[in-house]
């Protein structure tokens, strides 16, 4: 039995089907069509931004750099949240299980025994590194 709509002719619904077979499947051909594409700003009309008017935000918290934030976050990857709060030791071990590089084992080796840490920021500040002064 063949579906159809009694409102039009099967020409009109197929030529309907293949206007949103991009949209139903996901393939190309969706959005892809120049007639969606937004009109440019008028002459007399600024042009548009990616940013709102003084947004100043950068993909780095104040008080790191780019650079910390990427080691932070390489140390943080071997610790697992399971391992949290977790003193020197518990950490160590459970970052040698997540097959940590030499370099990270030797920091976890820096940090005083018997203190428990709760999260990987403050693993991070006791080995003498920044944290973010502020959050968005």
């Known amino acids: 039995m063949e579906r159809g709509n009694s409102k039009h002719g099967p020409r009109l619904d197929e030529q309907m089907d293949r206007e949103v077979q991009g949209a139903v499947q996901g393939s190309v051909g969706g959005r892809a069509e120049e007639w969606r594409d937004p009109e440019p700003a008028g002459e007399d009309q600024p042009g548009l931004t990616r940013a709102p008017g003084n947004d100043t935000r950068t993909g780095v918290p ?10 932070r976050s390489r140390l943080g990857r071997f610790i697992p949240l399971s391992a949290l709060p977790g003193d020197r030791d518990g950490l160590r071990r459970s970052a040698e299980e997540n097959e940590a590089p030499d370099d990270i084992l030797a920091q976890l080796d820096q940090l005083p025994p018997g203190t428990q840490f709760q999260t990987v920021s403050e693993v991070w500040a006791a080995l003498g590194h920044p944290n973010e002064t502020r959050r968005w």
Not at 62 to 71: L, W
């Open 62 to 71: 104040q008080g790191m750099t780019s650079e910390e934030v990427e080691a």
